[in-house]
Structure formats: C-alpha cells, structure tokens
C-alpha cells in the first residue's frame, strides 16, 4: 500500500523557517512527481510547489517563489519544502502528494498533512 507521511511542520514566527518531509512507501520514487499543497481553513486547496523526477524541473506558485525550495532524495524516498522567510498568510495545513511522471492537477496519492502556523 502507498503511503506518503508528512513531518516538519509546526509554529514559528513571521519570517522564520520550517522544512517539510514527505516520505514515500511502496512506490517507484522516481517514476513520480511530487507535490505539495496546501489549505488554510476556509480556503480552497492550493498547489504550492512540485518536483518532477525525469528531469529535475520543479515549480513553484508565484506567492511562494523565492521563499520556498523543493528537493528530492530519490535513495530515501523523500521530498523536502524549505520554507524560508515565513508569512502569516502560508499558515495552513500542508499535504504531499504523489503523481505518475509529471506535475499536473490530479494526483494519485495524497498525505495526511502536517500543519503550519506561523504568527505575526
């Protein structure tokens, strides 16, 4: 069975850094992009940033674009968020999700989430 865990998240203040990790079982790794989402309470889910194996691209939302970097370790299954310079508006809860080949809109296999606060 998949299964995609989230780690790292937690409460810090504005302008501070958290790095998420999204570990992967029971799947080809580098047969998958890996993104991560995010929702705020009220707020629709959002794309945040994606890392696409075949060719190392990566995407990024434009609210996040310089803040945030994506990485993967394809030998641990994993894929990090460096979340730098942190606002009060990328408080939510963060997903990881996993998607065959390429970044795009539907995923195959979503995370439980691990929650971001961060206070101003």
């Known amino acids: 069975e998949v299964q995609l865990v989230e780690s790292g998240g937690g409460s810090v203040q504005a302008g501070g850094s958290l790095r998420l990790s999204c570990a992967a079982s029971d799947l080809i790794f580098d047969d998958y992009a890996i993104a991560w989402f995010r929702q705020a309470p009220g707020k629709e889910r959002e794309g945040v940033s994606c890392?696409?194996?075949?060719?190392?691209?990566?995407w990024y939302t434009d609210s996040v674009k310089g803040r945030f970097t994506i990485s993967r370790d394809n030998a641990k299954n994993t894929v990090y968020l460096q979340m730098n310079d942190l606002k009060s508006e990328d408080t939510a809860m963060y997903y990881c999700a996993a998607r065959y080949w390429t970044c795009g809109f539907k995923y195959d296999y979503w995370g439980q989430g691990t929650q971001v606060t961060v206070s101003s």
């Open positions: 890392s696409r194996s075949n060719d190392d691209s990566t």
